[in-house]
């Protein structure tokens, strides 16, 4: 990857922030093994006025069941449209010690267009999951085409909010003085 890096982390930086994590959701990733994060995406149409889609999907994060000292970079499959925003975000990921050896899945259903604004499809989505006592699953919203990296950054929120807890629990195990 050729990346000027001050570029990069600028643009980065701008795209991450233009999503949004509506419903977080509030309980700790595993240390060891897999773990599922289930959500719906809004996202925004190309033109103004027009609908709007929301998506089902699920992340997948795999752990290492063995931690050793090689250094991977973090995998993502089926979050981008565009390799090189792919190579970008795991560039990007990879100079974080919580990513490294990381696997990340993304599976989603068909989109669901629908007629309301995303405030209003948030919205809907928020008291529905109210009603259903799911606490769970997370609403994600993006603009037109950056739906990937609304994905990407709640399950790398989910990991950076763990890695405490993850970290305690590798010192009781032994693994950490």
């Known amino acids: ?33 897999d773990q599922k994060l289930p959500y719906y995406l809004v996202c925004g149409a190309a033109e103004s006025g027009s609908t709007v889609t929301i998506r089902k999907g699920e992340v997948s994060i795999t752990r290492p069941m063995i931690i050793t000292p090689d ?23 990879s100079r974080t010690a919580g990513f490294s050896n990381l696997k990340f ?15 209003e499809a948030v919205a809907k989505l928020n008291r529905q999951l109210d009603d259903e006592e799911e606490e769970h699953v997370a609403i994600l919203s993006a603009p037109p085409g950056m739906g990937g990296i609304a994905v990407m950054r709640y399950a ?10 993850n970290i305690q629990e590798l010192r009781e195990r032994g693994f950490l003085n």
């Open 1 to 33: 990857m050729n990346f000027s890096h001050e570029f990069d982390e600028q643009r980065f930086f701008e795209i991450w922030t233009a999503v949004r994590i509506e419903r977080p959701v509030n309980f700790s990733l595993f240390t060891f093994g």
């Open 71 to 93: 250094r991977m970079e973090p995998e993502f499959r089926n979050f981008f449209e565009e390799q090189e925003e792919a190579d970008l975000a795991a560039f990007l990921l």
């Open 105 to 119: 899945a993304n599976t989603s259903g068909p989109e669901r267009i629908v007629s309301d604004s995303i405030e």
């Open 156 to 165: 790398a929120e989910r990991v950076w909010e763990s890695a405490p807890g």
